[in-house]
Each structure stands twice: as C-alpha cells, then as structure tokens.
Nanobody, 121 residues
Framework: QVQLVESGGGLVQPGGSLRLSCAAS????????MAWYRQAPGKERELVARFTSGRITTYADAVKGRFTISRDNAKNTVYLQMNSLKPEDTAVYYCNAQGPSVLSGITGDYWGQGTQVTVSS
C-alpha cells in the first residue's frame, strides 16, 4: 500500500517561509516522479513543482524563483521550500507520486491527504 504523508503546513505572514515535507512508503521512490500540487478555495488543483526520477525539476510560473523542490531518495522524502510567500499562495498543498508500487510493481498515481498553507498578516 502506497502512503504519502505531508507535513510542515501552517500560518505564515507575507514574505515568510515554510518547508513542506512528504514522506513516502510502499513505492519505489528513487524511480518515481514526485510533485507538489495545490488547490485554493474555488479553484482547480494545479501543479506547483515536479522532480522527476531523472532529476529534472519544473515549476509553475507563479512560484519560479521563490519555491524549491528537492528530494532525498535515502529517506523516501520530497520537500518544498517556499520563500517570499504571498497571500495568493494560500491553498491546500498535496504531495503526488507517480511510480511503481513495491508490492505490485504496477505504476500508479498516488496522493497525500494535503496540508494547509495560509499566508496572511
């Protein structure tokens, strides 16, 4: 069973920083593509950043230069460092993994439960 557990969300003032973590289990992490998405109230879920197994990173235009995605394959964990946060970054942030399950070997698309990030003074 694949599980993704996010942590690190919270309330921060504009201009502040947060680091989100996502610990994965049950998936072949090192060969999986990992990503962060977010969903603000009344809006569709959108891709924030992706870190492929080939170590290619991509970012949404809205976060380029402010957010950094990284991964530690030894810890099966992906991170999202968020700096210079703005009120429009307020959303529920979801961890996403695309890769093979340890049990079945079948590649799937997996989601965490989400963590709330609120940027407000």
């Amino acid at each position: 069973q694949v599980q993704l557990v996010e942590s690190g969300g919270g309330l921060v003032q504009p201009g502040g920083s947060l680091r989100l973590s996502c610990a994965a289990s049950g998936i072949r992490f090192s060969i999986s593509s990992m990503a962060w998405y977010r969903q603000a109230p009344g809006k569709e879920r959108e891709l924030v950043a992706r870190f492929t197994s080939g170590r290619i990173t991509t970012y949404a235009d809205a976060v380029k230069g402010r957010f950094t995605i990284s991964r530690d394959n030894a810890k099966n964990t992906v991170y999202l460092q968020m700096n210079s946060l703005k009120p429009e970054d307020t959303a529920v942030y979801y961890c996403n993994a695309q890769g093979p399950s340890v049990l079945s070997g079948i590649t799937g698309d997996y989601w965490g439960q989400g963590t709330q990030v609120t940027v407000s003074s």
